[in-house]
C-alpha cells in the first residue's frame, strides 16, 4: 500500500464514512476523509438528531395537558418559540460537528475539504487536487427526492423543514415513510394545524398491518388530519399562503409544504457513472459481502447501497468493512436479520423481527400474543392514547420472531427487546421472566393469553 498517498480514502464524513476512517486509522492505515458539505451527515444535521429534538419539543404539548390530572396547575397557556427551538438546534448540531472534526483529528485521519470524485480504481480528485489510495470508500449517503408537479418548487424537504423562518401555522406533509409520519405528529404536536397526504391506502409500508392501523387511530385522535389514497395535483401561491390541490379534489390552505416522498443516492458529481461501476434498479450502488463494488479497491456502505437507510446499519456496516480489508480476523458477512427500529411518530412506534405478515408468509404455523391498553400515567392525565404490544412466535420452534409496539417511549423499550430477540429467544424465555411492576414494558412478559394463529 505504499505506492499510494492513502490506505483509505473515504468519500463522505456522516456516520458510517467517519466510523470506517477512525477504525481503520486505529488499525494502522493512512485515512483520508472527504467532505464537501458538513460533519455527521444526514443523521447529525438533517435527520436523526434534529428530529428527535424537534419530536421531544412537540411532546411538551401532552405534557403539559397531562399534568392537570396529577395536581399541576398553569398559571397562564404555555407558549411555544419556534425560533428558541430552531435556533438552539443550530447550536447543538454546531457542538456535534465540531465533536466529530475532533474524532477525526484525534484518530489521525485526514479532513479535506471540498466535493471528491473518483477518477479510477485509485485516483481521486477534489477541487483539482488529486490523491491516490490502495482503498476508496464511497459513504456519501442519500438526497431527498422530490417529485415534479406543478408548483412542486414551493415545497421543502427534510433539509431544509427544521430551518424554517417562521413557524407554519398550517402544515402539510407529502408522503406515507419514517419521515412523513414523524413531521405530521411533530408539526401536530407543537400546536400547527396539521395534514398528511399519502397516495396509498395506509402508510409505513413494510411496517406490520396492526401497528399500522393502530398508529392511524392514534395519530387521528391526537389531531392529525389524514389523506390517503390521494396525492398532490399542484402548488400555488395565494394571499393568504400556499393553496393545494389534491388528485382527490379537495382544496387546502397550508403555510408549509414538506415533501417526504423518499430519498436517492447522493452520487451527483461522485464518478461513478464514468467508470461504469454497476447500480442496483433503485439506483444504489451494487455491492457484496466486503462491500466491493464490481471494482474491488472501490468500496461503498450505507444509504448510497440500498439497505436499510438507519445510522446504526451505517456504523455496524464500517466495522465490518474495516475488519475485513484492514483486520487480521475478517469478521462473518454482515446480518441484516433482526435489526431494531423505531419511528418517532406520536405515539412511539418500536418494532423488531418480522411482522405478522411476513412471518405467515416464511414459517408454516405462527402465533400471536398482543394487547392493547391505556396506560397507567393516563388513568389520571385523562388522555386518552393507548398502547399496542404484540409478540409473533414460530409455533414450532417456540422463537419470538418479532415484537411490535406503538406507544410512549416504544424505541426506548424495544431495544432491550431487540436483544432477547436477536438472541433467538422463545415465548418460554419471555415468560419466566419476571416483569418490572407496575411498568408499561412489563406486559411483554406477561402477555400468556393466545390471540390469534
Known amino acids: 500500500m505504499s505506492d499510494f498517498d492513502y490506505d483509505l480514502f473515504v468519500i463522505g464524513a456522516g456516520s458510517g464514512g467517519v466510523r470506517a476512517a477512525r477504525t481503520a486509522a486505529a488499525t494502522g492505515a493512512r485515512v483520508a476523509v472527504a467532505e464537501d458539505r458538513y460533519l455527521g451527515g444526514t443523521c447529525v444535521n438533517v435527520g436523526c438528531v434534529p428530529k428527535k429534538l424537534y419530536s421531544y419539543a412537540a411532546h411538551f404539548h401532552d405534557a403539559f395537558e397531562d399534568a392537570r390530572g396529577f395536581g399541576w396547575s398553569l398559571t397562564e397557556p404555555p407558549r411555544f418559540d419556534w425560533a428558541t427551538l430552531r435556533d438552539n438546534k443550530v447550536r447543538e448540531i454546531k457542538r456535534l460537528n465540531e465533536i466529530y472534526g475532533r474524532l477525526l483529528d484525534n484518530a489521525g485521519v485526514e479532513l479535506i475539504h471540498g466535493r471528491a470524485r473518483v477518477v479510477d480504481a485509485h485516483r481521486v480528485e477534489v477541487d483539482g487536487r488529486a490523491f491516490s489510495a490502495a482503498k476508496i470508500l464511497v459513504a456519501v449517503g442519500g438526497w431527498p427526492w422530490l417529485p415534479d408537479f406543478p408548483g412542486s418548487e414551493l415545497a421543502v424537504t427534510s433539509n431544509e423543514v427544521f430551518d424554517l423562518e417562521r413557524m407554519p401555522q398550517r402544515f402539510l406533509v407529502l408522503g406515507g415513510g419514517y419521515i412523513a409520519v414523524e413531521f405530521a405528529s411533530i408539526f401536530n404536536g407543537l400546536g400547527s394545524e396539521s395534514h398528511l397526504v399519502y397516495r396509498g391506502e395506509l402508510f409505513l409500508r413494510g411496517f406490520d398491518r396492526e401497528v399500522r392501523e393502530f398508529t392511524r387511530e392514534q395519530m387521528a385522535l391526537k389531531g392529525v388530519n389524514l389523506h390517503f389514497e390521494t396525492n398532490i395535483q399542484s402548488i400555488e401561491k395565494g394571499e393568504g ?3 393545494v390541490t389534491l388528485t382527490n379534489g379537495e382544496s387546502l390552505e397550508v403555510d408549509a409544504v414538506l ?195
Open 241 to 243: 399562503g400556499l393553496l
Open 259 to 453: 415533501a417526504a416522498t423518499g430519498r436517492k443516492p447522493n452520487l451527483e458529481g461522485v464518478g461513478l457513472d464514468a467508470l461504469d461501476i454497476a447500480l442496483n434498479p433503485d439506483g444504489t450502488v451494487k455491492v457484496n459481502d466486503r462491500f466491493e463494488t464490481t471494482i474491488p479497491s472501490i468500496l461503498a456502505l450505507g444509504d448510497v447501497t440500498g439497505g436499510p437507510e438507519l445510522t446504526p446499519v451505517a456504523l455496524a456496516e464500517a466495522m465490518h468493512l474495516v475488519g475485513q480489508h484492514f483486520g487480521e480476523a475478517p469478521p462473518k458477512p454482515m446480518d441484516y436479520r433482526n435489526i431494531a427500529t423505531a419511528v418517532f411518530c406520536h405515539p412511539n412506534i418500536g418494532t423488531v423481527g418480522l411482522s405478522e405478515e411476513q412471518a405467515r408468509k416464511e414459517y408454516d404455523a405462527i402465533r400471536v400474543y398482543r394487547t392493547d391498553f391505556r396506560p397507567m400515567k393516563h388513568t389520571l392525565s385523562g388522555s386518552e392514547e393507548r398502547c399496542l404490544m404484540k409478540l409473533i412466535v414460530d409455533d414450532v420452534s417456540d422463537v419470538v420472531v418479532g415484537a411490535h409496539m406503538v406507544g410512549e417511549e416504544a424505541g426506548e423499550l424495544i431495544q432491550g427487546i431487540a436483544i432477547a430477540v436477536k438472541a433467538g429467544l422463545t415465548k418460554a424465555d419471555f415468560d419466566a421472566t419476571v416483569g418490572i411492576h407496575p411498568t408499561a414494558a412489563e406486559e411483554f412478559v406477561t402477555m400468556r393469553t393466545l390471540s390469534r394463529r
